[in-house]
């Protein structure tokens, strides 16, 4: 009988965790970046985000960033304008 070898897709664990971000109080009054991973479905998923935000959360302004491509990495630049812009960043991983 043939062998059959078994591959399992996971990676190893990184032994450097990072620690989420700190989260805030309240949305209210706050600029929040949303992050297009440029994915067919983002946008008009970031769009219901944004309405939602702002009706339900009182969010003060929204900035869009949109990446060039959902297989590349955010850019560095547009990860400093986020975090110089924003108090809250969303990012969208729609299909």
Same mark, same amino acid.
Do not use: Q, W
């Given at each position: 009988? $043939? #062998? *059959?070898? @078994? ?11 990072? $620690? ?5 109080? #309240? @949305? ?13 479905? #983002?946008? $008009? ?6 309405? @939602? @935000?702002?009706? =339900?959360?009182?969010?003060?302004? #929204? *900035? ?10 955010? $850019? ?6 986020? =975090? ?8 969208? *991983?729609?299909?």
């Amino acid at each position: 009988m $043939p #062998t *059959i070898e @078994l591959l399992a897709p996971v990676a190893g664990v990184a032994g450097n965790a990072v $620690p989420l971000a700190k989260r805030v109080p #309240t @949305l209210a009054g706050r600029v929040v970046g949303l992050l297009n991973n440029s994915k067919a479905g #983002t946008r $008009p998923f970031l769009d219901r985000v944004e309405e @939602l @935000l702002r009706s =339900a959360h009182g969010v003060s302004r #929204t *900035i869009r960033y949109d990446k060039k491509a959902a297989a590349l990495p955010v $850019p560095d630049e547009m990860l400093e304008a986020a =975090a110089r812009e924003c108090e809250v960043v969303i990012n969208g *991983i729609a299909d």
